[in-house]
Structures are given as C-alpha cells and as structure tokens.
C-alpha cells in the first residue's frame, strides 16, 4: 500500500471541497450564459434516451432542489452517490486503513446496469418519472 506525505493527506481531504466549490461557480455561469441544445432521441424519435434530463437536473441539484433534480433524472444523484463511495474509500486507504466497499462487486454492477435499463425503458411509459 502506497504511503502518503503528511501535505499529500491534507490534500486528499481538502480537494474535493475546493473542486465542488469551484464546479458550482462554473455551472451557475454555464447554466446562466450558455444553451444547450434539445436531445435528438427525443426531438426526432420522442423516446427519452437515459441522458435525457440530465442537465436538467444538475440545473436543480445546483440550485438545492433534490427532489425535482430526481425527477428530472434519477442516475445523476446515483452517480454522484456511487463517486463520494470511492472517493471515500480512497481516503481512508489514504490514511493507512486496508478498506474495501462491497460497490466493487461485480454484481451490483450488474443490478446497476439493469436499473438504468429498467429505468431508461420505464421513464418513456410511466408518466411520473419522465423529465418534466
């Protein structure tokens, strides 16, 4: 296992506050002067595509709004939950702890696969969970 300096620690917990912070400035400027265009799935075929959403609800997550960011688009807070985890995992194996996450399992790949398929099918049919 990899030793770490004492500064290269600090680091590891400081960055990722410093990135967040500076991702929130960067997409209130992004979301604010810059339009993006309307998903082709969608405008040519009218199936929502798993993507579709998506900055739609990052726009609510930035703004605090958790719960119309899920229903814009429920994976963006899974993937940001599924990160923190090996964020965190890397950080306390930073630190000299032998730890490993069951997210590694190659079956709860597989179950996390089949959601997004499941889901991705099901958004087009069920009108609640569709992007508003």
Request: glycine share 4%; with cysteine.
């Given at each position: 296992?990899?030793?770490?300096?004492?500064?290269?620690?600090?680091?590891i917990?400081?960055?990722?506050?410093?990135?967040?912070?500076?991702f929130?400035?960067?997409?209130?400027?992004?979301?604010?002067?810059?339009?993006?265009?309307?998903?082709?799935?969608?405008?040519?075929?009218?199936?929502?595509?798993?993507g579709?959403?998506?900055?739609?609800?990052?726009?609510?997550?930035?703004?605090?709004?958790?719960?119309?960011s899920?229903?814009q688009?429920?994976m963006?807070?899974l993937?940001?939950?599924?990160?923190?985890?090996?964020?965190?995992?890397?950080?306390?194996?930073?630190?000299?702890?032998?730890?490993?996450?069951?997210?590694?399992n190659?079956?709860?790949?597989?179950?996390?696969?089949?959601?997004?398929?499941?889901?991705?099918?099901?958004?087009?049919?069920?009108?609640?969970?569709?992007?508003?």
């Amino acid at each position: 296992m990899k030793q770490y300096k004492p500064y290269q620690k600090i680091l590891i917990c400081i960055l990722p506050f410093v990135s967040a912070v500076l991702f929130y400035f960067i997409s209130i400027f992004v979301l604010k002067y810059i339009t993006f265009p309307e998903c082709p799935s969608f405008r040519f075929l009218h199936i929502y595509c798993p993507g579709c959403g998506m900055t739609r609800a990052a726009a609510a997550l930035i703004h605090g709004d958790i719960l119309l960011s899920l229903r814009q688009n429920l994976m963006l807070v899974l993937e940001i939950i599924i990160f923190a985890v090996y964020y965190l995992e890397f950080a306390i194996r930073a630190f000299g702890k032998p730890v490993r996450f069951p997210i590694h399992n190659i079956k709860l790949l597989y179950v996390f696969l089949a959601f997004l398929a499941i889901y991705s099918i099901a958004r087009n049919f069920v009108p609640a969970i569709a992007p508003i």
